[in-house]
Every structure is written in C-alpha cells, then in structure tokens.
C-alpha cells in the first residue's frame, strides 16, 4: 500500500510511546492508512500492508516478504487475519495488536488515539474522556462502539516511553513513572515523580544549540517570562527530541481568588457545572495575559518577500490557495511591528504549577508575526466558544466589526485599519492557527474569501470554480452579481420618492385643513409639538435601526437587541417628556393646549421605534415595495382622521389623535410585511448597534439644528416678514434635495452596504453622478425663472434675489448627501457626524455676520457653508471610499453640466425675447417644458443616456 503522510495526519499517534524506541531493521504495518501515516515517521522503513490485499500466502503483497524475517509486526486484527501473518514473524520478534484485548486503551480510536490510557494510570481531565474510559472497553457506551485495546506479545523490548523515561530520569535525578500518553497534537508523555512533567517528543528545535521555542520564546519576550514556566529538561531518546515541563494542572481554588463565585450552587452537578464554568473563565482570562504579554516586545518588522514565507510555513494550505493567499498578505509588507505570536491560545492550551502558567501547543509558535496577532485569535476562539458559530466565520466577523477587538494588532487600534488590512492580518492569524493546532478540516472557503477582501475589498467572493479557474477575477464577478443590486436600488428610489410624496401629501393635506379651522395661535402649538417631536425621534434608538441595514452579522439576531434598545430608549423619553411637558409649554409660550399636545405626540414614539427596527430590515432586504406601503396606507388613513376630528371641534387635537393613528397603523402594517421582530438583548450586538449607529443619531440632531438655526435667526434679526420671505424660497429649494438626494440616498445605501470595500466608490460615483443629473435641470430652471415666485403675488418679490443663491446651495447639499451615504456604508460615520457639525457651525457664524445685511445675505451665507461643507465631503470620501475619485465623478457630470449651461442659456434668452413670460404661468410651462426637453436631448446626445446605463450595467 502507498502511504503519503504529507496527505493525511502528520502527528506521531500515541501509539509510537509502545513501539520500540529502536525498531527492528524489518516492520510490517498492518493497519489503516490514516495510522500507517502516523506511524512511518518512527519506523520509515516499514512495509505497510493494504487491508484489501489480502492476508493469505497466496496474496501477491505477502510473497515478497520472506517467513520470519520480521523484527515488529503492528496488526490491526479488525482489518486483517492475524494467523497468516504470525509466520511473517522471527523468533525473537515482536508482536503489537489491535483489538479487543489489551492493557492499553486507545481512545477515541486506533486513527486518532488522543490519549492511550491503562487501567492504573490516572483518567485524563476532560470529563467526556473520563466518562468513556471508565467503562469496560468491551461494552458499549451510548450505543458507540468499543475502544479498542493494545496488547504487546512476543520478545520484551524497550519502548520509546521506556527510553524517554530513563533519560528523564537521569536529567532530573528523580525516580518518574509513565502515567499518560497523549496525542491530541504532537506526542506528549505524562511522567509522575515529585511532580508531573510533561514530556513532548518529536518538539522541533530552534537552533543547533538545543534551544526549545518556549525558551527562545520566553527569553525573548522578558514580560512572558515572568508568567509562564519554562522546560524542566531537554534531550534527545533513540533520535527524538524531546522537552519537558510541569503538567499543566487546573488552577486551585486559592488562584485568582477574585474570580471566585462564593454563592456556588448546591448539588452535585450544580456545583460541578459552577466549578467548570469559573476555571472557564480564569482559562480565557489567563489567555489574554499571555497574549497582553507577547504584545510588549517587537522582533522586528514585515518586509518584502514575508507573505511568501508565512504562507510556506502552514504546509496544509492547498496549493490553489498558495498564490491567492501570498497576494493578499502582501498588504502586510509595509513594515508592520511583528512579536512573538503562539498562535493557540485558549483554556485547553493553558494550566497552571507552582504559581505559574503552563503552556502547551507551543511548538509552532513563531517570532516573525505581526506584533498583537494573539489577541484576534483570542477573541475569535472565545467568541466561537461561547457565542456558536466555528471559527472561521469569527474572524470574519471580526473582520467587519473591529470594535469587537479593543486591543491594538500591527502597532495600533484595530479598528484603525482599514477593512482590506484587517481582512489580510486576519488571515494570517488563522494561518498560524492552523499551524499550532494541526486543525484537522480548516475552512478554506472562508479564507478564500478573507484573502478576496483584503485583495479587492469585495464581500463574499466566491471561491474560483474550475470552470473558471484559478486565476478568475472576483471582482468582474461582483460587478455582474450587482446589477440585480441596482435594479433594485433604482425601483427602491421610486418606491421612497412615491412614499415621500404620499407622506409629505398628507401632511401638507393636514395642515392645510388645519389651518382653515384653527387660529394662528393653535397653529403655532402644532408647530412646537411636531418640532418636539422630531427633536426627540432623533435619540430615540441611537442610531441602532439604521445601523442594521450595515450589519455584517446575523441582522435577524441583531434586531432583537436593536429592538429592545429602541423600546427602551423611546419609552425612557417618553417618561421625561411627560414629566417636562409643563416647563416646556411655558417656556415655549404655547398655552394651556401645549402640555396635552407634547404629551400626545410623544406617546406616537414607542409605536415609530418598533415600526423602525422592522423598516429598516426590509430596506436591508432592498424590499422596497413592503417598507414604503406602510407609510403610503398609515399617511392616507390619518387624513380623514384629523378631517372629522378637527371638524367636530376637537382643534389641535385632531392633529395629536391623527399622529398616533399613523404610528400605530405603521406598526401593524408592517408587521404583516414581515414577521415581527421579538424583543432579546446580546451585549456584543448592542455595542456594535450603537457604536456604528450613535454618530448617525447625532448626525440626526445636528441636522435638525441645521434646518432651523436660520429661521431662529431670520426672525430675530429680521422679523416675521423676512423670516415668511425666506421660509417660502428655502422650501421651494430644499423640496427637489428631499425628494431627489434624501430619496435616492435611501435606496442606494443597501445596495453599497452589500458590495465590498472596492466597489464601493465606484458604485457611489455612478449614484451621485445620477442623482445629481436628475437635480441639476431643476434647480438650473429654479434659479432662471426666479420670477416666477411673484405668481404667488408681489408680496413675495423681495425673495426673488435669494431664490439663485438658494438653488445653488439646494445643488450642493445634494452633492454633500451623496458622498455621505458611501461614508456610512463602509462604517465612517464619525466622518457624516463631523460633516454635519461642520456645516452647523459654519452657518451659525455667517448668518450671525450676515442676516442684518437681509434675506439674499441669508441665501448667500446658506451657500457658502455648504461650499465649504461639500468641498470636507469630497475630501473624506476620496481618502475613506475606496474607488471614488472626485474628478472621475467631474468627468461624469460633464454631459449634465452642458446640459445645465445650454438650458438655463436658453431660459434666459426666452425670458429676455418674451418679456411677458417672465411672470406668467402659460410662460413658465412653456419655457420650462422647452428647456428640460433641450437638456435631455444634449444628454442624450453626449451620452446616449449613459448615466442610467452606467449604473445599471457598471460599463465604464
């Protein structure tokens, strides 16, 4: 039989222990495949016999061995007839078997034999061992079959624990017993004297001089030193090499007497289960000592031709995945600080003697990686634990939550790299993983797609298929796979604008009414309440709904911690609110009405922030059909609630009864879109809600000031008449930015959450350039027929000089909004946060310098902080969004802008020819409908509508 051992297990069974530590010149093996390749390293002169060869003398694999010439013969007699193959044996040979007699035990089986045990030697720690070794090998244990057992016959021999032992011996001076053999990664021997040692055969060396890697390890790192204990003896036993430590035993009780649980349960297991969990949790606390230890001493740095190297040294990658591999760690050749890393770090690898931490699996441990890798294999392995989930989707999840990890990795914050580099160092923690555990079925998918985004930054880049071979490009399969994506972005565009429409209708529809039955006074509390309101739906989940539509976790799961946080924090301000309502109505002036009314309006919360959790999941889906019909159903039921409130006399009120209506119909509603989302909490998903979702929240807030610090300041330096002046031209810019970049902002934002970090800035140019064609002819004929406001009477002609100015600003807060929404997609948010701050405080200190000067000043001062507001966007996005360019966004804009020159060209020309068009509705049709017609057709001819067709299709 042909044994590669390179393709199956590479460590040494336990079984070796009971061989002879000097084999005869002649070894048969026959036994499996898989233990044949665990044995050869010991005896590489074997002759393996295959199990389906046959046994008897006329078997063709049998005649080339002559009659007793074996010196050991190992049988599996569950594989093979035992007779036939004694007359292989000589005279002083020796026989080994495998079956049902014995006085070793071999568990979980002959393959694996993870701990060899016999009947007076102690039962290793691990409870599930325990149970199963405690039974009579015979039976069978919960319907699993026997272990199987070892028996040595034939002439006595040394075995390689026998010569391991006398040379421990004479090392310590101290009389040792065999009590364990294990397996379970590389050979370890279990000595009793005075103390337990630990002896590891086959260890490899560091140097020439003997030095083991836990010593250099220790040496090398002062700060591990003083925390773990190093080998007790080395040497080298029939030609193995081997190390000695104390026996990693559990922690007592006087250990970490902070830790401890004085209220420990009563009974039995109860008692067990506390005890189990609390060396639990000393386990994971004394892994991250270690790993905050390695931290604090830097070997050196990364350095061209080091990616090739670390993949080369985890010898069970697969070949296909060598070079994809080595690309992607190449973004770690940049002089990253490497450490000391050991690459297992967890309860099992740790124990404790004489006051000090024992390490175990420490032969793989390397000194070339980056500095801090530990800590993310730390995280991961106890999130993988305690959380669910194997390991390979932990560190992914790492990848896109750095908050996940507060410790700094490669010389600083985690979170401080960017998505692509961190995707590249966790890759290289697994690999070393793999390295130091020997892990038997490593998640190779799953890396593959690590290594694709720390390449390309794509998310969820399927590994190259045969067919398309190796060397296929995912990002040309991203780009095909997003196309649905934008489909669905441009019919979600059209669901939001028709809701925003639907929503804004009925509210205008509501007003109106309103104003036609109630005097300017009741106006005025409906005003305070509905500005109450707004200010306080803005805190009400911290941002944690929105931070769904971004989650690069389980999001179902995440919604229950969103939706309790949100319940929480509504109701929580809903208290205050309450409990303020009194000093609020007096402070505001809003009359005995103004209590009942904030009251009112504030009890719509708890409703809008259940409503929200369940919006913003469907939004993540880019179902926008069933999260638009809510609002669209809701916003047309309030109407004829607050027409026939308010007409038999309920005043105000009306408007309070009409706003809860909505908010609980928007619950139901959408309730039946999608199944309810249960309340839970999860504090890891809290974090991370808030932690993306608390600057989108503040983002909020700021905004709101934003939008209202020029009408607090319009009316008072200038008075109601300028502040009614204004308020009609800001309105009259602003609706196309609501309806066109808030709107279109909405949809695209799922969609670039779904691409990866690559694409994301192509993608959002191709979203900006759209919307900002879709804007420019409308605000380019704003600012042209400005005239036109005086048909609304000539009371309104002192406006008509800011109306130009005002168009611009509406232009470029479009343009601010749509290098926001990549900003938040690839989790900037503190940068949306500042963005808004910026904006807020540049217009405060302009209209504070300039309003006396009248409402055009306003416009102009309006202009000039979103100027410098767009100008910080631009910045932020080239520098955080990988892939957006602002001059490619320029050149993509270029058709648009002609367009925008040739059609307010010819406005002005008509306006100039046609003096009685200038104030006139038949005119403002006419020269309107000319001019768009006159812009879509120079687009058309510059691009041949590619605008559409680029975001579609993704052509360049």
Avoid at 239 to 257: M, R
Avoid at 740 to 757: Q, S, T, W
Avoid at 799 to 827: E, F, I, R
């Amino acid at each position: 039989m042909s044994v590669d051992p390179g393709d199956l297990d590479r460590r040494l069974s336990g079984l070796v222990a009971l061989l002879p530590a000097r084999p005869h010149r002649h070894v048969v093996l026959a036994v499996s495949a898989h233990l044949a390749a665990a044995l050869l390293p010991h005896v590489p002169q074997a002759t393996v016999l295959d199990a389906d060869g046959g046994d008897d003398d006329r078997s063709p694999q049998l005649a080339g061995i002559a009659r007793r010439s074996v010196g050991l013969l190992v049988v599996d007699t569950r594989l093979h007839r035992l007779e036939p193959l004694l007359d292989l044996m000589s005279a002083r040979g020796s026989l080994v078997t495998i079956g049902a007699r014995g006085d070793y035990t071999l568990y979980p089986d002959a393959e694996r034999a993870a701990v060899v045990w016999r009947r007076d030697w102690p039962l290793p720690e691990k409870r599930r061992v325990r149970r199963r070794l405690r039974h009579r090998a015979e039976r069978s244990v919960l319907g699993s079959p026997p272990l199987p057992r070892v028996a040595v016959d034939g002439e006595p021999f040394e075995s390689l624990a026998d010569n391991v032992g006398a040379d421990l011996r004479s090392a310590l001076g101290e009389r040792m017993e065999l009590v364990g053999v294990h397996s379970d990664g590389p050979l370890v021997l279990r000595f009793r004297g005075e103390r337990d040692v630990a002896v590891r055969v086959g260890a490899p060396l560091s140097d020439a001089a003997g030095e083991t890697v836990l010593d250099a390890m220790l040496r090398g790192v002062p700060a591990l030193a003083d925390l773990v204990a190093g080998s007790v003896a080395t040497g080298t036993s029939a030609d193995h090499p081997w190390t000695a430590s104390p026996w990693p035993g559990e922690p007592s009780d006087t250990d970490h007497a902070d830790d401890l649980d004085r209220t420990v349960p009563s009974g039995r297991a109860a008692r067990r289960l506390a005890v189990s969990a609390r060396h639990t949790r000393r386990g994971w606390h004394d892994a991250e000592r270690v790993a905050q230890a390695l931290q604090t001493t830097v070997t050196g740095s990364t350095r061209p031709g080091w990616a090739r190297a670390w993949v080369e040294a985890t010898p069970a990658v697969p070949e296909r995945l060598r070079a994809p591999f080595e690309r992607s760690l190449q973004r770690l050749e940049q002089a990253v600080p490497t450490g000391w890393c050991h690459g297992a770090l967890s309860p099992r690898a740790l124990g404790h003697a004489g006051g000090r931490l024992v390490l175990s699996r420490w032969e793989q441990a390397t000194p070339d990686a980056p500095l801090g890798l530990d800590w993310l294999l730390v995280v991961a392995r106890r999130r993988s634990v305690h959380g669910g989930g194997d390991l390979a989707a932990r560190c992914g999840e790492l990848v896109d939550r750095p908050h996940l990890v507060p410790h700094r990795v490669g010389g600083r914050r985690w979170s401080g790299w960017d998505r692509r580099t961190r995707a590249a160092l966790m890759l290289a923690g697994y690999l070393v993983h793999v390295r130091a555990t020997e892990q038997p079925a490593p998640d190779w998918d799953a890396m593959r797609t690590l290594a694709d985004t720390a390449e390309t930054g794509a998310i969820g880049s399927p590994t190259a298929s045969p067919t398309a071979g190796p060397t296929a490009s995912p990002t040309a399969s991203s780009a095909r796979d997003a196309t649905p994506g934008r489909l669905s972005a441009l019919r979600g565009a059209v669901w939001l604008g028709l809701g925003a429409f639907v929503v804004k209708a009925s509210q205008t529809t509501i007003l109106l009414l309103l104003a036609a039955l109630l005097d300017p006074s009741a106006m005025g509390v409906v005003a305070v309440g509905s500005l109450i309101l707004n200010a306080a739906s803005a805190f009400t989940d911290l941002g944690s709904s929105t931070a769904l539509v971004y989650w690069r976790g389980d999001a179902e799961e995440a919604s229950r911690s969103a939706l309790t946080l949100a319940l929480g924090m509504s109701i929580l301000i809903v208290t205050v609110g309450w409990t303020a309502a009194p000093w609020l109505s007096d402070a505001l002036r809003t009359g005995e009405d103004g209590t009942g009314v904030i009251r009112g309006l504030m009890l719509a919360l708890p409703f809008t922030a259940v409503a929200g959790v369940s919006r913003e999941l469907l939004r993540r889906n880019m179902a926008f059909g069933r999260r638009v019909m809510p609002d669209i159903v809701s916003s047309l039921v309030s109407v004829p609630v607050a027409l026939v409130l308010a007409l038999r006399g309920h005043g105000v009120y009306a408007l309070v009864v009409s706003q809860l209506t909505q908010s609980v119909l928007v619950m139901l509603l959408c309730w039946t879109a999608r199944r309810p989302v249960r309340p839970g909490w999860r504090r890891d998903d809290v974090d991370g809600l808030v932690a993306y979702g608390r600057h989108l929240a503040g983002a909020n807030m700021v905004q709101l000031l934003m939008l209202n610090v020029d009408y607090l300041v319009v009316a008072r330096v200038l008075g109601s008449g300028a502040l009614g002046q204004y308020s009609v031209a800001f309105r009259l810019a602003f609706m196309p930015y609501l309806l066109g970049a808030v709107v279109i902002g909405g949809a695209a934002f799922p969609y670039l959450c779904r691409l990866g970090e690559g694409a994301v800035g192509r993608a959002a140019e191709q979203v900006c350039v759209l919307t900002l064609t879709l804007l420019i002819p409308l605000y380019v004929g704003m600012a042209t027929l400005a005239r036109q406001l005086e048909l609304l009477g000539h009371q309104w002609a002192p406006a008509v000089p800011s109306v130009p100015w005002l168009a611009a600003y509406g232009l470029l807060l479009g343009l601010v909004q749509m290098c926001q929404v990549p900003l938040n997609s690839v989790d900037r948010t503190r940068d949306t946060f500042v963005l808004n701050l910026l904006h807020l405080v540049l217009l405060t200190g302009l209209l504070l310098g300039l309003a006396h000067l009248g409402v055009t000043a306003v416009a102009i001062a309006q202009l000039a902080a979103v100027a410098v507001t767009a100008a910080a966007s631009l910045v932020l996005a080239r520098r955080h969004v990988t892939g957006f360019s602002p001059a490619g966004l320029l050149a993509g804009l270029r058709p648009a802008i002609v367009g925008g020159a040739v059609m307010g060209a010819v406005i002005l020309t008509a306006t100039a020819l046609m003096p009685w068009a200038r104030v006139s509705a038949p005119g403002l049709v006419l020269i309107g409908a000319v001019a768009i017609a006159l812009y879509a057709a120079v687009l058309w001819a510059l691009t041949g509508g590619r605008p559409v067709a680029r975001f579609l299709g993704g052509a360049a």
